[in-house]
């Protein structure tokens, strides 16, 4: 009997794993209204960093009852601490902070930038030149973000700038910990690899909110505490698992194509759940963005 493994292995597409896919991307993309809306009633890396160690421990629990061990070699916890600081810890504050100054959309163009950053990043780190498709890529991933700048006319983009700088950011520490994990592989059961990396990089993040923040649990609302909670079992335990799982069913490239439904869902939902605008200069930012992505990645 073919296992799921070997479907994926020979590029075989199981319906499964596009449902799989689908939730995953759908859950990441309503993720970005639902955290623009939180950060009005409860500061950024506060929320952000408890809602993901309380997930991390739920994916524990899931990652014990199938069996996976949750053991980490003595030689690896450096650089399991490393990458998990960048991919999870450096997105997870930097993209909190960017909502600050940034609509939810805005947010999720900028976010689904990351494949782009990984290819450069790899340059340096991995030796992997860029390739002409990636360089032009590139060059489309900035136009779009350059309409995404300068489309509401200069006074706005200023005030834009603080969040357009972290979302790169967030983006940019993503690319480094992918491909730090790509030069140093972790090797560790999938679910107990998501567990210590959203575990290990959302501590610090929960430690400096509490630190520099005020967040007060009598200021959320019904609507927060839902916010809260879809944050911590959707983003951080259902859409992981069903990622996971896409993965064990499909091959790495449909997988990764399949994720660019994450931006339009994050934009669509901005639309209709916070009646953000969803004008010209958003629908181009946001093609323009995708086109490049899908570049990089057929190439």
Not at 4 to 19: C, E, K, T
Not at 66 to 81: D, N, Y
Not at 174 to 180: C, E, K, P, R, S
Request: glycine share 10%; with cysteine; hydrophobic share 60%.
């Amino acid at each position: 009997m073919t296992t799921f493994h070997d479907a994926a292995a020979r590029g075989r597409i199981s319906p499964l794993g596009l449902f799989f896919l689908g939730v995953a991307s759908i859950g990441w993309g309503l993720n970005f209204p639902i955290m623009k809306n939180l950060m009005t009633e409860w500061p950024p890396l506060s929320a952000r960093g408890l809602s993901g160690i309380i997930g991390a421990l739920a994916l524990a629990l899931i990652a014990t009852s199938r069996g996976e061990t949750l053991r980490v070699p003595r030689a690896m916890w450096s650089r399991l601490i490393l990458v998990s600081m960048l991919t999870i810890g450096g997105w997870v504050a930097f993209m909190g902070l960017a909502l600050l100054w940034l609509r939810a959309s805005d947010a999720a163009v900028l976010g689904i930038s990351i494949p782009l950053w990984v290819a450069l990043v790899a340059w340096p780190v991995l030796g992997e030149r860029v390739s002409p498709v990636r360089a032009i890529a590139l060059l489309i991933a900035l136009a779009g973000i350059a309409v995404l700048i300068g489309g509401s006319g200069f006074d706005a983009s200023l005030d834009k700038l603080p969040g357009i700088l972290c979302a790169l950011a967030g983006a940019v520490c993503v690319a480094f910990g992918t491909v730090l994990t790509k030069h140093f592989p972790l090797a560790l059961p999938p679910l107990s690899l998501a567990t210590w990396q959203i575990g290990l990089g959302c501590i610090p993040v929960a430690v400096a909110g509490l630190a520099f923040e005020d967040p007060h649990v009598a200021a959320l609302s019904a609507i927060g505490w839902a916010s809260m909670i879809y944050m911590t079992l959707v983003q951080f335990c259902v859409c992981y698992v069903c990622w996971f799982a896409a993965l064990e069913r499909l091959p790495a490239a449909t997988a990764s194509i399949g994720t660019l439904l994450v931006p339009v869902v994050g934009v669509l939902a901005s639309a209709a759940m916070l009646q953000e605008p969803l004008g010209l200069t958003e629908v181009i930012a946001l093609t323009v963005t995708l086109a490049s992505v899908a570049l990089a990645l057929r190439s």
